[in-house]
């Protein structure tokens, strides 16, 4: 039998209280609660990039994560500029990674297309290059291998992501994406990984809907934040049946089985009081009105902040 969770893994206790509600004295002020939330780009990818800047600003959140791909077609420097004239913190850049290539022309190609990951999220201006490290090579069956590869990558990175100031954060993902998407299924093991490098140059990320049907997590979130590896925290829920492909299956917050509010609490007991990024890829909420579900993603964010604040 384990020992139980000391207050800083449980979430337990006045500070873990004032972080996840942002009020001192826990009373879940929501102005104080959205300074916190971030809306992932994919949440509402209906919206571009100066509607989603515009609709968080009216709503008084506090940051935005985005992606490269309409980054690069708006510009990055451009699109740093526009979100703090809105006034939002870019929290994180999506998505590096893919470093499992066996063959060693691929695996060059893989290292310039992450420096140029990092050479944008500079020119953005966040300091957070989340990392879906790869699936298997076909054919292969070999898992600690390429785990290997994903380390070797990381080694050849760490020291120019440093240069442009900018920390690489590996995202573990469900097992359910392991053969073809990332290796890297447990917190555990991204933990293993950024390990063999400083904390302020390689991080963690933690998921919710990856990482919520695992009873080691409360204790590696402890572990993480002990070291300062939390580098993100993303919210999504976990709703069935999964989609075909299940890649879009991320659910609204509350929609779903995972226990949101302990996350928060977990994380926030881990000394984690930066951003918490909602970042959903559902196809049911891209066909509705952006700006409604804007709204509606800032209250149940708000519902999960009071709901963790209360525990």
Do not use: K
Not at 35 to 50: D, G, Y
């Amino acid at each position: 039998m384990s020992e139980p969770m000391s207050d800083a893994a449980s979430g337990r206790g006045s500070g873990a209280a004032a972080a996840v509600s942002g009020h001192d004295g826990g009373s879940g002020d929501r102005a104080r609660a959205l300074a916190r939330l971030s809306v992932n780009q994919e949440t509402v990818r209906q919206l571009s990039l100066p509607e989603l800047f515009e609709g968080c600003a009216h709503l008084g959140v506090g940051g935005v994560g985005l992606w490269r791909e309409p980054v690069r077609e708006f510009g990055p420097e451009a699109a740093g500029a526009l979100a703090r004239e809105h006034g939002l913190a870019v929290t994180s850049l999506c998505r590096g990674g893919f470093f499992t290539a066996a063959e060693p022309a691929e695996r060059r190609r893989a290292l310039d297309d992450n420096r140029a990951a990092l050479d944008e999220a500079a020119a953005l201006g966040t300091d957070t290059l989340v990392l879906v490290s790869g699936g298997l090579p076909a054919g292969s069956r070999d898992l600690a291998g390429a785990r290997e590869r994903v380390a070797d990558a990381l080694a050849e990175l760490a020291p120019y992501a440093r240069e442009r100031g900018v920390r690489l954060a590996i995202e573990p993902l469900h097992p359910m994406f392991a053969s073809d998407r990332c290796v890297v299924s447990t917190l555990g093991q991204a933990l293993e990984l950024a390990e063999r490098f400083p904390a302020d140059r390689v991080g963690v990320v933690v998921d919710t809907y990856h990482l919520w049907w695992d009873e080691r997590v409360p204790e590696q979130i402890a572990h993480a934040g002990a070291q300062g590896r939390i580098a993100a925290f993303q919210l999504a829920d976990w709703v069935t049946p999964l989609p075909v492909g299940v890649l879009l299956g991320r659910g609204q917050l509350g929609d779903g089985s995972v226990d949101l509010a302990a996350f928060c609490a977990w994380t926030a007991g881990a000394g984690h009081s930066g951003p918490v990024e909602v970042e959903i890829f559902n196809p049911v909420l891209w066909e509705r009105d952006g700006r409604q579900v804007l709204a509606e993603t800032a209250d149940r964010f708000v519902a999960v902040l009071r709901e963790a604040a209360g525990r």
